[in-house]
Every structure is written in C-alpha cells, then in structure tokens.
T-cell receptor
C-alpha cells in the first residue's frame, strides 16, 4: 500500500518568506509526528498529533513554527518568516497507534537562502 | 529531560563479524523500543521493535532488552558492507500530563569493512 507522502520533496525559499510543508500519512494511522534533521545531526522532535489534537508541541523551536492536522489525516507544518537556521530535512512519520512503530516519509529538504 | 543515549561511533567491524550497537534510556516507564536504520540522505527505516525483556531475533538481527538496566541493544550477525549506515535507537517516553512520544537517540554510525 501507499506509504507516508510528503510534499514538496525540495523547497528553496528566501529568508523571511513563509513555507508550508505537507504530510499525507498512511491511511488509518492515528499518530503523526514531525521531526527535523539538520545535516549530520540526529532527529529533532517537533510535534506529535494523536488524531487531530496535538498533545505535545514542546519541540517547536519558536512561535514561527505551527502545525495542524485536519480530518485525522493530512498535516501541514508552517514556518513563518524563515531564517537560514531553519534549513534542514523535515521528516513526517505516522503509526497505527501510539506505541506502534513509526513509518517515515521521504522528507522535505528545506533550504533558506 | 527524557533522554536516549547512543555512542555516535563510527563503529567499524570487518565483513562477516558481529556488530553490537547499544542504547540506554532514562524513562523507567518506557514500554516500546525500536531500532531504525538510516542510510545517508535517506529516511529512517524500521529494523526491529521489541516490547518485552529478553531477545528478539529476525534474520541476522537480534534486539535485546533489559528494562531493569534501561538498556536495549542490536546485534547484527554476519555483517555486510550494505549494513553500513547510521542506526537509531528510539524509545517511547512518558512525560507527566502528556501522551508518550517516540524519542530518538543521535544514532551510531556503523562501518563494515571488506
């Protein structure tokens, strides 16, 4: 079946612009995570959704970052007024339930110039 | 601060040898544990999940869990050059008042040499 789908796969934007990253999880998966990975670094937790609610937003780096999930399915991560330090690969993952393994999308590589 | 600790490596093993990757975690209440493999420039992919103390084997991979010692490991038998990658340990951790979330270690880079 279809895996986790992320779009765009690559995004180059100018400093100060807003960007939206999209994640379409595996059908039926209730848990959805966003992570960020800078070059050569580990996975940085951003936000977690269970259904449409976000029990844990603690990883969002600043108030320029926000995320929503609608219909228990598609999620959008929005970064306002992008900065160069936002450049990274943004990974989305979903799982059938809270304790189940995560399945990752291919990521969105964001470059802020 | 809930943490998952891994040695960053690189861990270098000759082809055909056993690679042993280790991970410790801080949350005694954790119940689910995972090992992911990540090739350079790719997304992490699940190798093993383990939920109970003891060993779990899948092909050349064995995951070992000791909840009392808060320790989980991954053994790779008959290591192949294609096993060269970064291995990420992930643990579901609980914070008071919030749901559990999957926390990743920074990963151990494995190099299998010819």
């Amino acid at each position: 079946g279809a895996g986790v789908s992320q779009s765009p796969s690559n995004k180059v934007t100018e400093k100060g612009k807003d960007v939206e990253l999209r994640c379409d999880p595996i059908s039926g998966h209730t848990a959805l995570y966003w992570y960020r990975q800078s070059l050569g670094q580990g996975l940085e937790f951003l936000i977690y959704f269970q259904g449409n609610s976000a029990p844990d937003k603690s990883g969002l780096p600043s108030d320029r970052f926000s995320a929503e999930r609608t219909g228990g399915s598609v999620s959008t991560l929005t970064i306002q007024r992008t900065q160069q330090e936002d450049s990274a690969v943004y990974l989305c993952a979903s799982s059938l339930e809270r304790e189940a393994p995560l399945h990752f999308g291919n990521g969105t590589r964001l470059t802020v110039t | 601060q809930k943490e998952v600790e891994q040695n960053s490596g690189p861990l270098s093993v000759p082809e055909g040898a056993i690679a042993s990757l280790n991970c410790t975690y801080s949350d005694r209440g954790s119940q689910s544990f995972f090992w992911y493999r990540q090739y350079s420039g790719k997304s992490p992919e699940l190798i093993m999940s383990i939920y109970s103390n003891g060993d779990k084997e899948d092909g050349r991979f064995t995951a070992q869990l000791n909840k009392a010692s808060q320790y989980v490991s991954l053994l790779i038998r008959d290591s192949q050059p294609s096993d060269s990658a970064t291995y990420l340990c992930a643990v579901n951790m609980y914070d008071t008042g919030t749901a559990s979330k999957l926390t990743f270690g920074t990963g151990t880079r494995l190099q299998v040499t010819l």
